[in-house]
């Protein structure tokens, strides 16, 4: 008999239940009592790497007068090479035996025969022929290559917040609050399921009190869903304009440096220009206390006349646009844009961004996400429990993967965020997002699939799934399917995702 790793030449007429008892009898010398399944896989696999399945030639099973038949051809398929580097395993050589009547009470007995089992050591033949049997099925009804590892203790991947079920188990998965702080990414083509299970974790975190929610909304996806939950759902020209109000315990100086910052970068204007728009915000805000967005573009447009030069044209395409934004928003009295302010960030909110440029919504996302973060700082209000759940729906256009300048003020506070008892949530259609993101957040989650090829390749890799769950994810194209990556668990495992009550 030849050897494991290829066919005989000579067509034998036991060729598979000796090959099988072959496979059986090295794994009993290596292993023992057939203790070990990963053994047995091992030992199959390499059957599988040699062998290429044609509609031509039938040869004997199980001796001269067993009717079933296997086709084979050595090493002959075009595609041999492309076959074995891919990792082909056993799963496929059982699911074609299977599909065929191949893996048949004649070839089990054979084999065991074979293996010269002591016909009273029951246990053992039992045992060999279980293997054999479970192998079939399992593979036959659920060729996932998430199956072999998905968890299936029950408190592995548990939590508080239900979000669905692992596959192929009964396992629950779920998160706790606390390890939203570790931040979390949910990517996945348009109606894919994203909002759903966003909306599942906010209407369970809605339970506990001390945690508020502040949702910016690109879409209006979240319209009802806020009412519903007696969330206040800001629109645009209900929002109280207190950009340029420090928060209670941030001095004008620290804020005019960071809001100067997040102008210049999110308005695309040069270093010369940010430091002009410093330096004015802090005179305006040390002369005005309760200063209004329109204040100051008034002020930033008569400084940027005085100027000369392509700073003189920044800061008044600047002024302009912050003009127009304070349009848009809400007309608050001077008086109250504080008051306001406080009052806000001491419930849960949403804020709707429909109607703003992308630039501009971009911009109302840096403040608020900045003005939490340095209220929680300036007061020393250190947490590791959440505090405050932040859901920036759409984080691409806000944290794209090139342009690292323009964004590393924000990459830097949502690293500081998990210590002031801040968390994340990131959505987004594309992975076009920056490395940093995937780096620094514990849960990712990809859900009914993506839109381009590339994304799934970059999920991949950014999860660490092979190529064989890479190429099954793109199966997956149903709303509610997804592949997760929890800090908690060594392996990403599939999972169906719950839906919120109606």
């Known amino acids: 008999m030849s050897d494991l790793r290829g066919i005989p030449d000579k067509r034998d007429d036991n060729i598979m239940s000796t090959w099988l008892a072959s496979g059986l009898s090295s794994m ?25 399945l044609e509609e031509t030639d039938t040869v004997p099973l199980c001796g ?8 084979y051809s050595r090493k002959t398929s075009p595609d041999h090479r492309n076959h074995r580097r891919t990792g082909a395993n056993s799963s496929a050589l059982w699911l074609e035996c299977a599909k065929r009547g191949l893996i048949s009470e ?10 010269s089992i002591d016909p009273y050591d029951i246990e053992c033949a039992q045992f060999v022929e279980g293997r054999i049997r479970s192998m079939d099925v399992q593979d036959i009804l659920h060729p996932d290559p998430f199956r072999r590892t998905n968890p299936t203790h029950p ?89 340029c109000v420090p928060p209670d315990g941030v001095s004008a100086r620290i804020w ?72 848009i928003l809400g007309n608050a009295s001077s008086s109250t844009v504080r008051s306001n302010w ?26 608020n996400f900045a003005k939490e973060l340095l209220y929680r700082i300036c007061n020393n209000l250190h947490s590791r429990s959440l505090r405050r759940l932040i859901v920036i729906d759409e984080a691409s256009p ?21 210590s002031f008892g801040i968390g994340v949530i990131f959505a987004s259609q594309s992975m076009n997002l920056a490395d940093e993101i995937f780096a620094n957040t514990a849960i990712k989650v990809g859900v009914g699939g993506f839109g381009h090829g590339a994304d799934y390749e970059a999920y991949g890799s950014a999860v660490g799934l092979n190529r064989a769950q890479r ?28 839906r919120p009550p109606e």
């Open 256 to 327: 005019s440096n960071i809001l100067g910052e997040i102008i210049a970068t999110q308005l695309e204007t040069r270093i010369a220009g940010q430091i002009l728009i410093t330096e004015t915000l802090h005179n305006a805000i040390s002369d005005n206390d309760n200063l209004t967005l329109v204040h100051f573009a008034s002020r930033l447009i008569t400084r940027a006349e005085e100027s000369r030069g392509s700073t003189r044209d920044s800061l008044l395409r600047v002024g302009y646009q912050l003009r127009a934004l304070s349009s």
């Open 398 to 418: 806000i944290f794209p993967r090139t342009g690292t300048k323009k964004t590393a003020l924000l990459l830097d506070y949502f690293q500081m965020a998990r």
């Open 155 to 243: 408190n592995s991947v548990a939590g508080p917040i239900s979000l669905g079920k692992v596959s192929h188990s009964n396992t629950c998965w779920g998160i706790h609050p606390a390890a939203l702080t570790e931040h979390c990414f949910f990517g996945g083509r348009t109606g894919s399921g994203k909002t759903t299970i966003i909306k599942t974790i906010i209407n369970q975190l809605l339970k506990f009190p001390e945690t508020k929610i502040t949702i910016q909304d690109r879409k209006q996806d979240f319209v009802k869903f806020s009412l519903d939950n007696g969330l206040p759902y800001l629109l645009p020209d209900d929002y109280p304009d207190f950009t």
């Open 28 to 52: 009993r010398k290596k292993m023992g009592r057939f203790d070990s399944l990963p053994g047995m896989r091992k030992i199959f696999g390499k059957t599988k790497k040699s062998l290429n």
């Open 471 to 498: 190429d099954f994810m793109r199966t997956i194209g149903q709303p509610g399917s997804a592949i997760v990556k929890d800090i908690r668990y060594p392996h990403p495992f599939s999972v169906q995702i719950d």
């Open 64 to 71: 001269k007068n067993t009717v079933n038949s296997m086709t």
């Open 106 to 115: 004649p070839l089990i007995k054979s084999a065991i025969e074979q293996l």
């Open 342 to 367: 406080q009052a806000l960030n001491k419930h849960s909110w949403a804020l709707s961004l429909v109607g703003l440029s992308v630039s501009h919504q971009n911009f109302c996302i840096a403040v």
